[in-house]
């Protein structure tokens, strides 16, 4: 069966300190895995969008990497901030259909 | 450039009603899909669509109508409200199918509750 599991369910972080969001999946067959973030009330905005044979991609403060062989991507965040505070989806394709993680609650506190 | 569009953006209906969520995209883009966010849960596909006139079932199909008669609208017909409906819609519209790399947009959703 086709599913993403992201870990943690949620996490609090002080402003300024890093923090890493994990993603399984054992979609098949693989095309492209996707983090999005998405603001309270708004819907998903793309962060990043990577292939099989891409390992890493930064998009500013944020910084996803993909291991194909165990099929685990992670999502990093350098200096957090308090607008990073928000749902992180991890989303992978297969053919013609989405698959999609239940997402990461982040909160950033002063 | 307004990018995906949905409206209304609130919604109370009551069991049995029937309603359209609208769904607008002004970027030219082939393949628009509509998911429900329920809570704990992640998005659910209902229906999709890889061009105008041709629509496709999704995960959570039952309970909902699409049409595709233009590139540019993909409205979502609920035919007869009931309370498992109740949640957060969302529209979503990309260049092209899923396995290509381009990014998908999303709407700002429609809030529904059913009483």
């Known amino acids: 069966k086709n599913q993403v599991e992201q870990s943690p369910q949620s996490l609090i972080i002080l402003e300024g300190k890093n923090c890493t969001l994990q993603?399984?999946?054992?979609?098949?067959?693989?095309?492209?895995l996707r983090w999005y973030k998405q603001d309270t009330g708004r819907g998903p905005v793309s962060l990043t969008i990577?292939?099989?044979?891409?390992n890493t991609k930064s998009n500013g403060r944020y910084t996803a990497t993909l291991d194909a062989d165990t099929k685990q991507s992670s999502l990093h965040i350098t200096a957090s901030q308090l607008s990073d505070s928000a749902s992180y989806i991890c989303?992978?394709?297969?053919?013609?259909?989405?698959?999609f993680g239940t997402g990461t609650s982040l909160t950033v506190i002063p | 450039n307004a990018g995906v569009t949905q409206t209304p953006k609130f919604q109370v209906l009551k069991t049995g009603q029937s309603m359209t969520l609208q769904c607008a995209q002004d970027m030219n883009h082939e393949y628009m899909s509509w998911y429900r966010q329920d809570p704990g849960m992640g998005l659910r596909l209902i229906h999709y669509s890889v061009g105008a006139g041709i629509t496709d079932q999704g995960e959570v199909p039952n309970g909902y109508n699409v049409s595709r008669s233009t590139t540019e609208d993909f409205p979502l017909r609920l035919l007869s409200a009931a309370p498992s409906q109740t949640s957060v819609y969302f529209c979503?519209?990309?260049?092209?199918?899923?396995?290509?790399?381009?990014?998908?947009?999303f709407g700002d959703g429609t809030r529904l509750s059913i009483l």
């Open positions: 989303v992978v394709s297969a053919f013609d259909q989405f698959y």
């Open positions: 993603c399984n999946y054992t979609v098949s067959p693989f095309s492209n």
């Open positions: 979503a519209s990309s260049y092209s199918t899923p396995q290509l790399n381009q990014p998908q947009h």
């Open positions: 990577m292939t099989f044979s891409e």
